[in-house]
């Protein structure tokens, strides 16, 4: 990939303007904020709530080298995996990773003693969760292999689990409501059934009617409503009951369906002879909200905060005058603004719970992951 940009660039559509500065440098910072070098941190102070033309203010990056986030155990605990150089790369080999698990508190940047881990790529089952939107069951997903996976609905408040005898290839689904798991189970022969799991393990198949869908490109479900990219990039959506979609945009990429279930953010798929991609958004109706939100040569990375107030994305742009690093949506305000240096992920954007932090993984040095976890001001 070409060479990393080293200076935020806006689009001319986007009046945004970066809150803070790269943590490592020291120096003062806008709106009477300081930087620690030792502590690789920054810090912004601002007055008052966000006004419909105010950026959205960063009040703290904690930067953890050779770190990637495994998993967010509260808003201020996160179980962190630590890849270290074990044997240097030579002429003729590879370098030799060894890996270690540990916690952080991101209140005190304290990090628990290492514990030696296996590879990632070790054998052995992975599980998946899903909690539903109500918090009160998940749909859990234990993989055996890249092809069988086992399923089951747990209750939260009392711990019973009751197995789910339907048979999956894909790991793509979503909560229709509380009561209700969509699963687009895959096949190894074409698009394989659809199922609406009940929390009480029963399922029944959806029946969907679109020969333009042998495989799901991307699938999401919500509010009622099932979503998905057809074989010819279009975005469709469909309740259960009504086997007839609507396309609600022509020419999608890759897309994410808010947590309130009334936006959609659509990246545009990928044409021959046209340069670059666009991130918009619309309402669930398809029609455009009417505001472009970013645009580069790729868009690599979407995803909204759990409470659906934030959208983060990252963009990478050739041209200095491009958009370029990762940004952020503010849903209330429809403001768009850089929330850090020019990041551009190795890893997909990490929320923890609330929303108040995002987690961005890039590469370092010796090719390890450094992770900067990013506190927005509330």
């Known amino acids: 990939m070409a060479r990393r940009m080293a200076v935020l660039g806006i689009a001319a559509a986007l009046s945004a303007s970066l809150v803070g500065c790269e943590a490592d440098r020291g120096g003062p910072l806008p709106g009477g904020g300081a930087s620690s070098e030792g502590g690789r941190t920054l810090t912004v102070v601002k007055d008052g709530g966000r006004q419909p033309n105010e950026d ?21 605990e996160a179980r962190l995996v630590i890849t ?93 409501d509380n009561e209700t798991y969509v699963l687009a189970a895959g096949s190894m022969n074409g698009r394989g059934e659809i199922y609406a799991v009940s929390t009480n393990g029963r399922s029944k198949v959806i029946r969907l009617d679109d020969p333009d869908a042998e495989t799901f ?21 469909f309740a259960p009951g009504d086997a007839k979609p ?52 790729l868009v690599n990375d ?19 005058s491009g958009m370029n690093g990762v940004y952020a949506y503010d849903s209330a305000t429809g403001k768009v603004s850089p929330i850090g240096p020019s990041y551009f992920p190795q890893y997909p954007l990490n929320w923890n719970p609330s929303g108040t932090r995002l987690g961005v993984t890039v590469g370092g040095e010796n090719g390890l992951p450094v992770t900067q976890i990013i506190d927005f001001k509330s």
């Not at 009040?59 to 808003?75: P, T």
């Not at 060894?98 to 952080?104: D, M, Q, R, S």
């Open 302 to 320: 979407i995803s909204w905060s759990p409470d659906g107030s934030l959208f983060a994305f990252s963009v990478y742009t050739e041209a200095k």
């Open 84 to 176: 270290k150089v074990a044997k240097a790369a030579t002429g003729t080999e590879e370098p030799k990773y060894e890996y270690f698990a540990t916690t952080v508190d991101l209140q005190t940047d304290k990090q628990e003693e290492l514990q030696p881990l296996a590879e990632p790529s070790s054998s052995g089952a992975i599980t998946r969760t899903y909690p539903s939107p109500d918090g009160k069951f998940s749909f859990v997903q234990e993989w055996q292999d890249k092809y069988t996976a086992s399923n089951s609905v747990l209750n939260l408040s009392t711990g019973e689990s009751v197995e789910v005898p339907v048979a999956n290839y894909l790991e793509k689904g979503g909560w229709l």
């Open 217 to 237: 490109e991307q699938f999401e479900a919500g509010y009622g409503r099932i979503y998905y990219l057809d074989g010819k990039r279009n975005l469709k959506a």
């Open 56 to 76: 959205i203010a960063v009040a703290r990056i904690h930067r953890l080298e050779g770190a990637s986030i495994e998993q967010w155990l509260s808003d201020d």
């Open 246 to 297: 609507v396309t609600l945009v022509k020419g999608a990429g890759p897309f994410r369906l808010s947590p309130a279930g009334n936006r959609i953010a659509v990246t545009a798929a990928y044409r021959e002879g046209v340069p670059g991609t666009k991130l918009t958004m619309y309402d669930t109706a398809g029609s455009a909200q009417g505001f472009l939100i970013g645009k580069g040569d």
